[in-house]
């Protein structure tokens, strides 16, 4: 009788045990690179975007998407990798001044800060606009000043591109590209380069 009560009072124990150390796992949900393996995580906001891709930028986990891996063309998107460029080559205090043919790009139909012939504004300045307003005025200024034409430029985008391993990437202008890709892969890329420029870059408000 005496043994079967021990036996008893050890199973009891063992099973006591079992619960609260189940009780004290930690209850968070890791994201890993595929969402749609982790069954409680929350539903997304509803977009009127074709296609979304949301990732976290130290460990490339996808916290969202939507149509991400559609083929599409990356449009503005490409103008992360201008402003790269552009905080690789230059000051964020440094001055850039419009000439006849960035402010000729500043017309209706064109995403535009209407910039005046003559005028200067810091390099801070047209990051914002850049990455803000999407800016093609800017960003060809930016691309004269850098590397004496646009098609120089491009040409910056497109070695720039191999280095961060985007192989779609064809850069004709700083504004035009020839061919599409999933949003998610130029996105990662190209955040995942930002995220590693100079930290007197990082560090700045842009």
Same mark, same amino acid.
């Given at each position: 009788?005496?043994?079967?009560?021990?036996?008893?009072?050890?199973?009891?124990?063992?099973? *006591?045990?079992?619960?609260?150390?189940? &009780? @004290?796992?930690?209850?968070?949900?890791?994201?890993?690179?595929?969402?749609?393996? +982790? $069954?409680?995580?929350? #539903?997304?906001?509803?977009?009127?975007?074709?296609?979304? @891709?949301?990732?976290?930028?130290? $460990?490339?986990? +996808?916290?969202?998407?939507?149509?991400?891996?559609?083929?599409?063309?990356?449009?503005?998107? $490409?103008?992360? *990798?201008?402003?790269?460029?552009?905080?690789?080559?230059?000051?964020?205090?440094?001055?850039?001044?419009?000439?006849?043919?960035? +402010?000729? #790009?500043?017309?209706?139909?064109?995403?535009?800060?209407?910039?005046?012939?003559?005028?200067?504004?810091?390099?801070?300045?047209?990051?914002?606009?850049? *990455?803000?307003?999407?800016?093609? #005025?800017?960003?060809?200024?930016?691309?004269?000043?850098?590397?004496?034409?646009? #098609?120089?430029?491009?040409?910056?985008?497109?070695?720039?591109?191999? +280095?961060?391993?985007?192989?779609?990437?064809?850069?004709?202008?700083? @504004?035009?590209?020839?061919?599409? $890709?999933?949003?998610?892969?130029?996105?990662?890329? *190209?955040?995942?380069?930002?995220?590693?420029?100079?930290?007197?870059?990082? &560090?700045?408000?842009?």
């Amino acid at each position: 009788m005496i043994r079967k009560n021990s036996a008893a009072r050890t199973f009891l124990c063992l099973l *006591l045990a079992f619960v609260f150390a189940a &009780s @004290c796992l930690p209850q968070t949900i890791f994201a890993t690179t595929d969402k749609k393996t +982790v $069954t409680t995580w929350p #539903e997304g906001p509803e977009n009127n975007s074709g296609a979304v @891709c949301l990732l976290d930028a130290d $460990t490339g986990a +996808v916290l969202y998407d939507k149509n991400m891996d559609e083929q599409r063309y990356p449009a503005s998107i $490409t103008k992360i *990798l201008t402003a790269l460029l552009i905080i690789e080559n230059k000051q964020m205090t440094d001055t850039v001044t419009f000439g006849e043919h960035a +402010v000729s #790009e500043s017309i209706p139909g064109n995403a535009r800060i209407n910039v005046q012939l003559g005028e200067t504004i810091t390099v801070e300045d047209a990051l914002h606009a850049i *990455l803000l307003a999407s800016a093609n #005025e800017v960003c060809t200024q930016l691309a004269i000043d850098i590397a004496g034409s646009e #098609e120089g430029f491009a040409a910056m985008m497109n070695e720039r591109a191999a +280095v961060a391993r985007i192989p779609i990437l064809s850069m004709q202008t700083v @504004c035009q590209i020839r061919t599409t $890709t999933p949003v998610h892969t130029i996105w990662h890329s *190209l955040c995942r380069s930002a995220s590693k420029t100079r930290p007197s870059a990082a &560090s700045s408000p842009i």
